[in-house]
């Protein structure tokens, strides 16, 4: 049989006056050998009860019993089944007790006599957590009665006897002379019965001194125990951090690490500056009860605590956010909403902090209905693991910069090539023209006037193609150092197309080029900037959309209003077109989709870099768009809007300049739509 009712509850119930007390495994060791003794130095028979939780705890004091035998033979001792411990009749009687009973938590031994009276009933509690994995029996903790009040010892050993007798029914007549010699029924309990202890003054003075031994020692445990923990969650993300310097992989694991340590609801682990107003939940531990708060966007800015934990650089514990008791309790009042929508009753936030500086906070929370009290241990533990990753986020910082600088130092470098092969090769080319004309010039004096004017063009036109090179550079040293002065004015979007239209026609030669379609709606607003460097853009996404377009193909300009703010002006070409995977670097310096030796155009590679510097000085932003190759390409970039004012170009005005194209000989045609 099994029997799954605890005998200290069992002996409570019969005897409800009864307080248990609390004793640790030495204490009993100690009651129970002077329970012992006082059988072994009496000369009267006594009964006898032992009950152990497992055979090994029997084994140790086996020979006690056997000298316990020989004075009486009213002995029972009681243990789980095990491989030398079964229920059989020799010195005294063993009872083997199935591993599932009740009897596994619990220590027993009573002992009647006719001068000597005295019982042990007590159960194993659950160890701590702060002791859980501690594998000393000094930490072992039982709750109970011992006494040596008659009444209670009688009823205990009544309990037991009908236990032995579940157990071994062939013991029936052993049992009831035990009954009968031992037992008296007409005894009646003490009015001051409290189940604590009896006269021997010597035992009692005994287990009072072992108890806060014990307790000390229990203390001692405890803190080596909690600084062990403490260590070794500290060296495993001490070891994360030497092995990375990724933040987010540092942060998954110290919560992760840190929440099952505590065994809290839910912990977070967030980097933010002083200044940030939201931060993204990333990385979190959770616990079967609470709510995730992964991805969400959790506030900061609205968090009255953030503002304490910025002014003070302090832990924060609040044990009961409903409490009105709080220091904190107007904090918290002001970010109720919060509190209940995440069910945070106890909250610890700890900051990371480098040279006084805010770089992230821990949050620990717990969200069951009854508060947590922080203990010391817990903010130590906290506090150590945040001076780790306060390190850590520095130097994922100082890590990221240096890949930054990095990728700028390469670019660097690649400019620097680009650069000496671009230029060595727009550079190279018309001063070899102008050596070669020049030389034939001074070579041949009789060289025919035709031939003479040819070669005087020649050159001509490769120091101005040398002209505009050193030029673009010049400018675009300019725009990216920030130097330039920008003549901001109201200024009519349809003349800067007109000039920029102008200034591609007087720069082309006589070769047949594609046909440019403008579309300006009647009403456009003025834009605000400045007409010379606008005109330039426009200038070079045409004269760049000529380049790449064949002489079949179209180039359009269109304006378009996308925002109360700004106007949209879009060079759309049906050309050679650009791949989808190139977009993003068009706008690089020396950026040439041929490549630098091998270009079927001339060219630096400035001209687009120019126009983005231009568009950004300006307040707007440039972009371009591709289907692919040969899909043609369309540029867009925006422009301010002068705000309140409107062109004033007329309805009759925009059809006589429809009626009668811009067109020059050589020159590529202008179509303009309304």
Same mark, same amino acid.
């Given at each position: ?75 029972? !001792? ?51 957590? *702060? ?25 205990? *050993? ?40 009896? &006269? ?6 005994? !287990? ?24 070794? %969650? ?18 998954? @694991?110290?919560?992760?690490? %840190? ?109 069951? %209905? ?73 070579? /041949? ?39 330039? /002065? ?10 800067? !197309? ?18 440019? @379609? ?18 330039? !853009? %426009? ?100 422009? &301010? ?34």
């Amino acid at each position: 049989m099994s029997n799954s009712t605890s005998v200290v509850e069992e002996l409570l119930s019969a005897i409800p006056q009864l307080r248990p007390s609390l004793y640790f495994k030495t204490s009993l060791t100690a009651l129970s050998h002077a329970m012992e003794d006082h059988v072994l130095a009496g000369a009267a028979e006594s009964l006898v009860i032992a009950s152990f939780q497992q055979e090994r705890f029997y084994l140790q004091e086996a020979n006690r019993y056997l000298r316990i035998a020989e004075l009486t033979d009213q002995v029972y !001792v009681l243990s789980a089944l095990g491989t030398s411990f079964v229920s059989r009749s020799d010195n005294y009687e063993t009872v083997a007790f199935d591993t599932t009973d009740a009897l596994t938590q619990e220590w027993h031994l009573v002992v009647i006599g006719a001068d000597y009276t005295a019982c042990l009933i007590c159960r194993e509690r659950s160890p701590e957590p *702060a002791t859980s994995g501690h594998p000393l029996d000094q930490t072992r903790r039982f709750e109970g009665i011992w006494t040596q009040d008659p009444y209670v010892s009688q009823r205990a *050993a009544i309990i037991l006897l009908d236990r032995i007798a579940g157990y071994r029914p062939d013991l029936a007549d052993k049992l009831a002379i035990a009954r009968q010699r031992y037992i008296d029924p007409t005894l009646a309990p003490n009015e001051q019965l409290d189940g604590s202890g009896g &006269p021997d003054p010597f035992t009692q003075r005994l !287990v009072t001194y072992l108890q806060a031994g014990q307790y000390k020692l229990l203390k001692a445990y405890k803190a080596i125990s909690a600084q062990e923990r403490r260590e070794r %969650l500290v060296n495993s993300i001490t070891s994360v951090v030497r092995q990375s310097l990724d933040a987010d992989e540092i942060f998954a @694991k110290a919560s992760q690490e %840190l929440g099952q340590a505590l065994q809290v609801c839910r912990c977070l682990i967030y980097p933010c500056t002083a200044t940030d107003a939201t931060v993204m939940i990333a990385h979190q531990h959770l616990n079967d009860t609470a709510e995730s708060l992964l991805g969400e966007t959790w506030p900061l800015a609205t968090n009255p605590l953030f503002d304490y934990i910025q002014d003070t650089k302090e832990t924060i514990a609040i044990a009961d956010t409903q409490s009105r008791e709080s220091p904190f309790r107007q904090e918290l009042e002001a970010i109720r909403p919060l509190i209940e929508r995440w069910q945070i009753r106890s909250w610890l936030i700890v900051p990371l902090t480098y040279q006084d500086r805010l770089v992230g906070l821990i949050e620990l929370h717990h969200c069951q %209905l009854q508060p947590h009290e922080w203990s010391e241990d817990d903010t130590a533990l906290v506090d150590a693991i945040a001076a780790q990753l306060s390190v850590a986020i520095i130097q994922a910082e100082a890590y990221t910069n240096l890949q930054d600088l990095n990728q700028q130092l390469a670019a660097l470098d690649r400019t620097r090539a680009n650069l000496i092969a671009i230029t060595g090769h727009e550079l190279r080319t018309p001063l070899s023209t102008i050596q070669v004309c020049l030389e034939s010039l001074a070579t /041949e004096p009789d060289m025919p006037n035709e031939l003479r004017q040819i070669m005087l063009q020649s050159a001509l036109e490769d120091a101005e193609r040398m002209r505009k090179l050193v030029q673009d550079f010049l400018t675009l040293s300019r725009l990216e150092s920030g130097r330039v /002065e920008w003549n901001l004015e109201s200024l009519s979007i349809q003349e800067c !197309v007109d000039l920029a239209l102008s200034s591609i026609r007087s720069s082309h030669d006589s070769a047949p080029r594609s046909t440019i @379609k403008v579309k300006i709606p009647k009403q456009v607003p003025l834009v605000r900037a400045d007409g010379e460097w606008l005109v330039e !853009v %426009l200038a070079k996404l045409l004269d760049n959309a000529q380049k790449f377009t064949p002489t079949a193909g179209k180039i359009t300009i269109q304006v378009t209003r996308p925002s109360p703010t700004h106007l949209q002006v879009t060079v759309a070409d049906t050309g050679r077109g650009i791949e989808p995977s190139r977009l993003h670097v068009v706008f690089d310096r020396f950026y040439q989709e041929e490549g630098a030796l091998r270009r079927t155009t001339g060219g630096t590679g400035l001209g687009l870099a120019m126009c983005r510097q231009i568009v950004e000085g300006l307040g707007g932003t440039i972009w371009a768009e591709s289907g692919g190759k040969d899909k043609g390409s369309q540029f867009h970039f925006t422009v &301010p809007i002068a705000q309140g004012k409107l062109d004033g170009r007329s309805s009759r005005s925009a059809k006589t300049v429809k009626k009668q194209p811009a067109t020059v000989p050589g020159s590529p045609s202008v179509l303009l739509d309304d």
